[in-house]
Structures are given as structure tokens and as C-alpha cells.
């Protein structure tokens, strides 16, 4: 069972800059793709930025530009950079990764972005 561990959120005022970091209890190398999703206040869970086994990223329209997702293979870790943060970018920020057969979450990490 690997176990995801997300870390770097935060309070930061809008324009600034986070990264999130995604650790693994073991190899990522078999997921076939690894993503972060988020969640603001009373709305539903959202893709943000997903990247494959391969290195190909995709990224939500409201995000393009701003946040850049990077997979380390050999530290077995998936960062998401967020730069010109705004306040609706304020949410959860949840990690995910795919295998052929299952799925992982983990716990999530708040991030807050004041006006």
C-alpha cells in the first residue's frame, strides 16, 4: 500500500508563490500517471495539473501559465509549482496517483491566497 504525503501549502497573499510537494512511500515509477486535484469551499474536487509516466503534462485552463507539475522519478516525489497566485486558487490541494490496477489520495494540504 503506498501512502502519498503532500506538504508546502500555506497562507500567501495573491501574486506570490507556493510549491507542493508530493512524497511517496515508495517507487512512483509504475504510475502511470500521477496529478493534483483541488477543492475550494462547497465546490467539487477539480483536476489541476496532471503529468504522465512519460513526462506529458496537462493542466486546467484557469491554471495555464501560472502552475507547472514535475514528476522526480528518483526521489519519488511529484511537485506542483504555483506562481501568481490568486485568491481562487485557495483549496485543498489533493495528490493522486495511478496504477494500472488501483488508485491513491492523499491527505490534502490547504492553500489560502489573500487579496
Known amino acids: 500500500q503506498v501512502q502519498l504525503v503532500e506538504s508546502g501549502g500555506g497562507l500567501v497573499q495573491a501574486g506570490g508563490s507556493l510549491r507542493l510537494s508530493c512524497a511517496a512511500s515508495?517507487?512512483?515509477?509504475?504510475?502511470?500517471?500521477m496529478r493534483w486535484y483541488r477543492q475550494a469551499p462547497g465546490k467539487q474536487r477539480e483536476l489541476v495539473a496532471a503529468?504522465?509516466?512519460?513526462?506529458?503534462?496537462t493542466s486546467a485552463d484557469s491554471v495555464k501559465g501560472r502552475f507547472t507539475i514535475v514528476r522526480e522519478n528518483a526521489k519519488n516525489t511529484v511537485y506542483l509549482q504555483m506562481n501568481s497566485l490568486k485568491p481562487e486558487d485557495t483549496g485543498v490541494y489533493y495528490c493522486?496517483?495511478?496504477?494500472?490496477?488501483?488508485?491513491?489520495w492523499g491527505q490534502g494540504t490547504q492553500v489560502t491566497v489573500s487579496s
Open positions: 515508495g517507487s512512483i515509477f509504475s504510475f502511470t500517471s
Open positions: 503529468i504522465s509516466s512519460g513526462g506529458t503534462t
Open positions: 493522486y496517483a495511478q496504477e494500472v490496477l488501483r488508485a491513491y
